[in-house]
């Protein structure tokens, strides 16, 4: 038996799989042992189960289910067209897979600059970066705000500039599912949507996934073929260059059981991370989240003045609470993507040097919480 003394002093877990996982844990099994016992791991009725519930959650006409968020992303360029000479915008405060399928295609990634009250994408550095692609004898064909931390992008005031040049509109909802804009959910915003199942995002699953959303009926069939080496009406007929993207059925099979919480565990993000901005709203920067918004809270992230940042990761990790930085190095400063073109990024640059996230997920109880909270007011009063 551990006394509550060195339970006080138990390392924290960043994001509680576990708890979860207790929670759900005979549910799941009997899924993934129904999946076993069928031999079908691949395209399994689940898959299609799946797809029909998470439409149906997210209020699109169509999901397609894919492997990854990465390839969810990449699906919808490919489908769409987009190649050599297009312009794809993207945050510059982001994860980078973001704009990593963009050079996947052939296109140019445009890097813009994100608002300092909530880490989306700002409008009028759209504006801006759409004319630098321009004048670099680009194509504007695409851009993709980022439901950041899990807070929906600013649509009221994205959406009109792409309407105004002729954009489509790719939310990468991989942190943002579930969240919602004007009380619509993210997945049924824009010209389609793609999220991640990857086990640390809202809703995980026990591997890699990922899905599209559409409403547009006539890019269903055209997605569906990309994820299947472009194939044609028949399985060995390929009439366009496809990948394999298919989403397990194992991961189906997990993912109908979790999507069915996931409106609890939402809800219950959102209590934890208000407690979170009432009991350190005086010591940090703390999140905001837009009227007409709300947010899954991926993250819970703060934001320090500069150069104190380091100096909290290290005083919390002795106190056995871990942290984590997203994001370090802005896009336009990693080596790999330095060389395309972006608007100036103030906020991206700032934001880089003084954000840290803290625990969270839909189990953290108030007494952890307490005792997070309790060592992030004594780092600072320090
Ligand atoms: C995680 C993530 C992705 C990629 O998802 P994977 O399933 O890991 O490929 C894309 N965009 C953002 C913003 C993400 O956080």
Redesign the pocket.
């Known amino acids: 038996m551990t006394t509550h003394v060195t339970s006080q002093m138990a390392p924290i877990p960043f994001i509680d799989v576990a708890s979860q996982r207790a929670r759900l844990g005979a549910r799941i099994d009997r899924a993934v042992t129904s999946v076993l016992d069928s031999c079908r791991f691949i395209n399994g009725p689940e898959v299609a189960i799946l797809e029909e519930q998470l439409a149906a959650f997210a209020g699109a006409k169509h999901a397609i289910t894919c492997a990854?968020?990465?390839?969810?992303?990449a699906m919808i360029l490919m489908s769409w067209g987009i190649g050599p000479g297009d312009a794809v915008f993207c945050p510059a405060f982001?994860?980078c897979?973001?704009a990593e399928v963009v050079p996947w295609v052939g296109a140019t990634p445009v890097f813009v600059d994100v608002k300092a009250d909530t880490f989306n994408m700002d409008a009028e550095s759209l504006e801006r970066a759409i004319g630098i692609a321009k004048a670099a004898g680009l194509t504007p064909k695409v851009v993709i705000p980022?439901?950041?931390f899990g807070q929906a992008a600013d649509y009221d005031a994205i959406l009109p500039v792409a309407a105004a040049h002729g954009l489509k509109v790719l939310d990468?909802a991989?942190?943002g599912f579930g969240a919602q804009w004007r009380g619509k959910r993210t997945g049924s915003i824009g010209d389609a949507a793609?999220t991640?199942?990857?086990p640390a995002?809202p809703l995980g699953c026990y591997g890699?996934?990922?899905a599209v959303f559409t409403n547009d009926d006539s890019l269903v069939p055209i997605l569906k073929s990309v994820r299947e080496h472009g194939q044609g009406v028949d399985k060995y007929e390929n009439v366009r260059i496809g990948m394999t993207a298919r989403l397990d059925t194992i991961q189906a099979a997990v993912l109908i059981e979790k999507l069915d919480i996931f409106p609890d565990e939402i809800a219950a993000r959102d209590t934890i991370a208000a407690r979170y901005n009432t009991l350190l709203a005086d010591v940090a920067i703390v999140p905001t989240v837009a009227e007409g918004a709300t947010s899954t809270w991926?993250q819970y992230t703060i934001r320090l003045a500069p150069g104190r940042r380091d100096a909290l990761a290290e005083a919390l990790r002795k106190e056995g609470v871990p942290t984590a930085v997203y994001y370090r190095i802005p896009m336009h400063k990693q080596p790999a993507y330095a060389r395309f073109p972006a608007d100036r990024l103030p906020v991206s640059e700032a934001l880089c040097a003084e954000v840290i996230s803290l625990p969270m997920h839909a189990y953290l109880d108030a007494a952890t919480q307490d005792r997070i909270v309790a060592a992030v007011r004594r780092a600072l009063a320090a």
């Open positions: 990854s968020g990465t390839d969810a992303l982001t994860f897979a973001t980022v439901d950041l990468d991989a942190q793609a991640s199942f990857f995002k890699d996934g990922g991926a």
